[in-house]
């Protein structure tokens, strides 16, 4: 028994991503809708099987469709879970899932009243081994209670995938804290065990990419908890020299020990992704974590099938994204470097 | 030609590093005075030649001493250094070398009128080659302009050395902000030749150890110039696991790459210390550093002799502390973790 899906607007590659988690969990793709025409040929090679819909409500009004995952411009992410919801189906977003506090108001009081999933797809964390494995070392203990977060997430600008142009102007997304380090505040409160946060500091600033006067490629802020304190530190300055997008990572520091995640690359060492170091009160070890089982996927399949909420929690993940926002809202503007 | 100097206060081992420092430069270490007997008697084994003074005034007024090296307890450095000052004599302290922005204050205009020269040993920047080497890539450009800095100073509480009643109660050294995230603010001033930083926020708080009520095991803070922004994290956390007594780091972020430092230890990794890695335009390469000189001492020794600032720039020694004593002052304290 499995769950029938649709994909929803693919202005991001990250539809991919969501795609991938449903459909190695055993999922039915039945239906796609893209806006551009570029992205709507990439999807039919990839997919040439599944249906194309003319407009969103053939998928909407299909009773057959148990899920809606989509990746359409940021500001529309919302509206269309929205009324997802409200046509009694589960929608899977991807990230920046809002871009107003408003919209994650109205989507919390629709999800309430409906019952319906409103996931958000950190990939950050469920499409990354070694972060899935770090969450089962931190439930089980293994460094005490985590009082710490530190995450960076740096991501290249120029020459890895084409951007469309809405990239380039802040506004398209909300801003480079809630695009990026909403991620990370997502693990901040996914490691430490928060069900509430403030932002104590946010920063964002252009330092580097003149050219494109809307963008921010630069910003950071701070969070804390009842339990703990994050830092969060987000750029769009990954250099050509190395191997992979972003050298994302993120530490753990616990009473009894830490972790360390080279979540993309382990620069100038060890080969591959994945990788996670632990120190404790017994031995300081490496874990390769590239054999680890990503369990999202199956776990949104079984939340769908009965109503159940494994996969991400619910509040956390509206919790995430208003925290975004606020620090995008709030943070102050750097100037330029002299 | 060369210089003499004097050991004024032994209380912490610091004071070793800043012996050898200037005994590697061929200074001549000529007196010692000490408060504690185990501390006089440790001293008299390894320097079993230099004359022991039974008061400070004795060394104050031997014309023949340039420079008065001292790790004296924390808030007796500054009333030393400018008693040390008003003598004619230059003075290196160990760090925190201070304990309120009153002895800031009164060193800064002591100093000034008498142009002597009030030297802070930042340890993790002066004796440690790899920040050294950083150092030198970050002047020639290597990264571009460093826009942020991220430092780590976690150090090991108990086991590794012995520990004095004072370390366990905040007020003997002026918290811990002040003791160990100075190194880090000494840290991002000098990357980010900032002459000038304001603290965004700070904390602290006595997260694990709780037997020791006076204790802050745990802090962090923001900091922002016009240049860049830094963040800085320290703990007494280190778990025994590591085989050093802490697990110090280091990131630059440039606008053309980044630099990360890992001091003292590469956990699972490269054996010994040192250790620089660095990712430009070009690729992404591990620096080794064990074989970099280490130029503070030859400098200090240079700056007595021909009253030049190549060691350590005045103003800046005088502002990382100033800093250091300010996020102490505003710093929210942490509640106890639940």
Redesign the interface.
Known sequence: MTIRFAAVGLSHPHIYNQIKALLDAGAELAWFWGAEPERIAEFGQRFPAVRQAREIDEILEDPGVDLVASAVVPAERAPLGIRAMLHGKDYSAAKPAFTTLEQVREARRVQAETGRIYAVHFGERFDNKATVHAGELARQGA???V??T?G?G?HRLLGHIPRPEWVFDSHGYGGILNDLASHQIDQFLYFTGSASAEI??S?VGN??FRQFPLFED?G?L?L?S????G?V?V?W?T?????TWG?VRL?L??????I?LRKN?D???RPGKDHL?M????????IDCSGVDLPYGSQLVYDVLNRAETAQNQAQAFLASELSLIAQQQA?R??A??
């Open positions: 460094i005490g209670q009082i710490q530190t960076f740096p104590v500091q920063q330092l580097h630069f950071d701070n804390r009842e339990k703990a304190t830092y530190r750029d300055l250099p050509r020299g190395l191997d050298d530490f520091l616990g009473t009894e020990g830490y360390e690359i620069i100038a060492g170091f120190v404790d009160q017994q031995s300081a070890r490496y102050v750097l100037g470097t002299p």
